[in-house]
Nanobody, 116 residues
Framework: HVQLVESGGGLVQPGGSLRLSCTAS????????MGWYRQAPGNECELVSR???????YYTDSVKGRFTISRDNAKNTVYLQMNSLKSEDTAVYYC???????????WGQGTQVTVS
């Protein structure tokens, strides 16, 4: 079965950086699109960034120029490098397998990012 395991969250001061990692198993990783979503308290879950199997990327407007998504197919891992973090980036971040523009079917357990 598909399993996604995230790591890398934590507490960071505004302006700081974090790198999230998500390692997948049970899937042919180089054939799937992957995404990072986040959900803050009281907010809906939103797609932060997506990377296609061919490497094309998407970013939501609020993180453009600050976040970078990448993938290492040899390691079955997708990354989210987050720089210049703001308090409004505070949320639980989820890795997911994306199967359409923004819909996902398999999710990781989530990792907390707190900017304060």
């Amino acid at each position: 079965h598909v399993q996604l395991v995230e790591s890398g969250g934590g507490l960071v001061q505004p302006g700081g950086s974090l790198r999230l990692s998500c390692t997948a198993s049970g899937v042919t990783f180089d054939e799937v699109d992957m995404g990072w979503y986040r959900q803050a308290p009281g907010n809906e879950c939103e797609l932060v960034s997506r990377i296609a199997s061919d490497g094309r990327t998407y970013y939501t407007d609020s993180v453009k120029g600050r976040f970078t998504i990448s993938r290492d197919n040899a390691k079955n891992t997708v990354y989210l490098q987050m720089n210049s973090l703001k308090s409004e980036d505070t949320a639980v971040y989820y890795c997911a397998r994306v199967f359409s523009t923004s819909a996902a079917d398999y999710w990781g357990q989530g990792t907390q990012v707190t900017v304060s």
